[in-house]
């Protein structure tokens, strides 16, 4: 990463050519400090600085694309794991995917460029379902676009990998790689189309679609139990895992997609409200997703939300907070009131650190550490300006955000969700079933103490 300090005026154009073309080159971020007593002074015959601008697109070579194109044609089955690489290159992806009859495993970050298409079965991982890990566990070969997915535990084992990245250092980085790609994803695929064979074997495509429609169909009944397809099981669940009755996250996340505009910009916090952006709302060409997904930090959802507004008002922008991410940055609500940003936050108030307690009790261990004793979140937010509501019952929730959509100021909604529910991964294990289990059984009794 280039980091330097300019010291005199005449460094300014030399540094800042560096740093800009440094940028582009690694694809990442250039740093450059001004002392403030530099700021004053004055630069006697600039001279503009050259920009080198981005790395030039390209192809790998046609002995790779060969190799690579033998191991997709030889294969049975092909499953694509695209992500944002991939993003500007979406009609070559779902060529390739309707060449090979292959499902497509959507990361997070490219959810919002591959979410509405017929291949698609979801995300992977901790948020992810189960036809994404039937997509990944029944492929013969795997190919990933565009992605530096970070979770080793879920690529499956035994595969042939093929890995196309227009960095090399990310080539291998997660997984073992067998046939590596070093190029742009459109120009690759590009290059690799008139090589591949179509398959007529749709078997593997039609079973996890079919499991992804099923899955779907599920967590719409959980987000509406009450809505007269729930069956007795899952009507049982709800006065175990919900006796208060308090609003179901699914439901908060369900109303979210069917109300916000077609063009909404979204952001979500990280744990518990990244579960439910990822399975309840759709995105299309139009609708942007914006989180913390490199770094998984709290408290994004806001500040990413106020960003996005600011560069567009007229442009419909709704942050999916956490109490517990909300409660870290509570002075930028203020912020979205000095600069007229009239964003919709929505916040899914259970009083815990949702995703941790979840980690905890998935590993046997009771919850420590994670209820929170939270403000009334919707005074406060009308203390600082904010136009604010608090829903308690199911039934208040609909209307509650159709009249924040109205609404063109700074808008916080408050609800009141079921901290007791429950996020199952797509391939729950027998170890974390037992662990879940025996951490309820220590909560129950040292809530008895």
Not at 154 to 168: A, H, L, S, Y
Not at 194 to 219: C, E, S
Not at 399 to 415: D, M, T
Request: charged share 25%; proline share 7%.
């Amino acid at each position: 990463m280039y980091n330097q300090t300019i010291t005199s005026a005449e460094q300014v154009p030399h540094m800042l050519e560096q740093a800009i073309n440094t940028a582009y080159a690694e694809s990442g971020v250039a740093v450059l400090t001004l002392p403030g007593d530099l700021g004053t002074l004055e630069l006697d015959d600039p001279v503009e600085p050259a920009l080198a601008g981005p790395l030039p697109a390209g192809a790998p070579a046609a002995a790779q694309l060969d190799d690579a194109a033998a191991a997709l044609n030889d294969a049975k089955a092909v499953t694509v794991l695209a992500g944002v690489g991939a993003r500007e290159s979406r009609a070559e992806v779902l060529a390739l995917c309707e060449t090979l009859n292959a499902p497509m495993v959507v990361t997070i970050k490219g959810k919002d460029a591959f979410d509405d298409n017929p291949f698609s079965v979801g995300q992977s991982g901790l948020i992810g379902n189960p036809a994404a890990a039937e997509a990944f566990d029944g492929c013969d070969v795997l190919l990933m676009l565009g992605t530096d997915f970070p979770y080793r535990e879920w690529f499956p084992e035994g595969k042939t990998v093929i890995q196309v990245d227009v960095r090399p250092s990310h080539i291998g980085r997660r997984t073992q790689v067998n046939l590596p790609l070093v190029g742009d994803v459109g120009e690759t695929l590009r290059a690799l189309q008139p090589r591949l064979q179509p398959k007529k074997d749709d078997k593997l495509l039609t079973k996890v679609q079919k499991r992804y429609a099923d899955w779907r169909k599920h967590q719409g009944i959980l987000s509406d139990p009450e809505g007269g397809t729930a069956s007795i099981l899952e009507r049982i669940r709800g006065l175990f895992d919900n006796p208060d009755d308090r609003i179901r996250p699914e439901m908060v996340g369900a109303l979210l997609d069917e109300l916000a505009p077609a063009d909404a910009v979204f952001t979500t916090d990280t744990g518990m409200s990244t579960v439910w952006m990822s399975r309840f709302i759709s995105m299309s060409d139009e609708r942007r997703l914006l989180g913390s997904f490199n770094l998984g930090s709290m408290a994004n959802a806001l500040p990413q939300a106020l960003g996005a507004q600011a560069l567009d008002r007229s442009r419909p922008v709704v942050a999916m907070c956490g109490d517990g991410g909300l409660m870290m940055l509570l002075g930028d609500m203020r912020t979205a009131v000095t600069y007229d940003l009239p964003v919709v936050a929505v916040v899914f108030n259970n009083s815990r650190l949702g995703m941790v307690k979840l980690e905890q009790e998935q590993g046997g261990l009771p919850e420590f550490g994670t209820e929170l004793d939270n403000p009334d979140f919707a005074a406060v937010a009308t203390a600082m300006g904010w136009t604010a509501r608090r829903v308690e019952e199911p039934e208040d929730l609909e209307e509650s955000l159709r009249w924040a959509f109205a609404q063109k100021s700074p808008v916080l909604i408050v609800v009141l969700t079921n901290p007791e529910e429950i996020s199952v991964p797509p391939k729950p294990t027998v170890e974390q079933g037992w662990g879940f289990a025996i951490a309820k059984v220590k909560e129950t009794l040292e809530s008895r103490r």
